[in-house]
Nanobody
Framework: QVQLVESGGGLVQPGGSLRLSCVAS????????MFWYRQPPGKGRELVAQ????????IYADFAKGRFTISRDNAKKTVYLEMNNLQPEDTAVYYC???????????????WGQGTQVTVSS
């Protein structure tokens, strides 16, 4: 059974930090690229960051550059998203996504977690 379980969301003040985690099971994690997406209230889902299977294969959305860091620990089958200097516009549900090379090429959705809420407010 495939599972992606996110955690680490919560309420944080502007300028604060959070670290999201996503633990994977039920598939060959090492072979999958991992993604963080987010869906702000009333808006569509957008890519935050992605990390491939090769070292250094990382891409960030413009809004994430310099503030967010994606990383993965293959031994723990976990992908992380370190978020610093959070702002109210970062408020969203954050989702973990896993895509095999075939999924990525074919634009198939892959596997999704249930999401974790991040709220940035004073």
């Amino acid at each position: 059974q495939v599972q992606l379980v996110e955690s680490g969301g919560g309420l944080v003040q502007p300028g604060g930090s959070l670290r999201l985690s996503c633990v994977a099971s039920g598939f060959t994690y090492d072979d999958y690229s991992m993604f963080w997406y987010r869906q702000p209230p009333g808006k569509g889902r957008e890519l935050v960051a992605q990390i491939g299977t090769a070292v250094g294969n990382i891409i960030y959305a413009d809004f994430a550059k310099g503030r967010f860091t994606i990383s993965r620990d293959n031994a723990k089958k976990t992908v992380y998203l370190e978020m610093n200097n959070l702002q109210p516009e970062d408020t969203a549900v954050y989702y973990c996504n896993a895509q095999s090379p075939a999924d990525y090429i074919s634009r198939r959705p892959g596997y999704w977690g249930q999401g974790t809420q991040v709220t940035v407010s004073s």
